[in-house]
């Protein structure tokens, strides 16, 4: 049975860091483009990053998180990071990890498209705060 499951939210302050992970069961993660999406109360889901698959690990970024955000793969884990630095209030969000097969994910490119991911983990809790 094919399962995602993030975890690693909670609640940081501006300016701090936290790490996301996306651990995978049922399917090796490294065949599939893997993405990140958030969505915050009243708002819209929407992309964050994503990363391609295999040897390819194209990467990219939405521009709000653009050099504070860090998405890679630990192969031997089956899992995904985001790792995400200087937080911000707007960052606050429940971030959901995606998978979709390469054919059909067009990642790199932007915007990263929530109707090209197939496989959806639950989602955890980021809240930045003071």
């Known amino acids: 049975q094919v399962q995602l499951v993030e975890s690693g939210g909670g609640l940081a302050q501006p300016g701090a860091s936290l790490r996301l992970s996306c651990d995978a069961s049922g399917f090796t993660l490294d065949n599939y483009v893997i993405a990140w999406f958030r969505q915050a109360p009243g708002k819209e889901r929407e992309g964050v990053s994503c990363?391609?698959?295999?040897?390819?690990?194209?990467?990219n970024y939405a521009v709000f998180v653009k050099g504070r955000f860090t998405i890679s793969r630990d192969n031997a884990k089956n899992t995904v990071h985001l790792q995400m630095n200087s937080l911000e209030p707007e960052d606050t969000a429940t971030y959901y990890c995606?998978?979709?097969?390469?054919?059909?994910?067009?990642?790199?490119?932007?915007?990263?498209?929530?109707?090209?991911?197939?496989?959806w983990g639950q989602g955890t809790q980021v809240t930045v705060s003071s």
């Open positions: 990363i391609r698959q295999g040897s390819d690990g194209g990467t």
């Open positions: 995606a998978a979709a097969p390469a054919y059909s994910s067009s990642c790199p490119r932007l915007p990263i498209r929530l109707d090209e991911y197939g496989y």
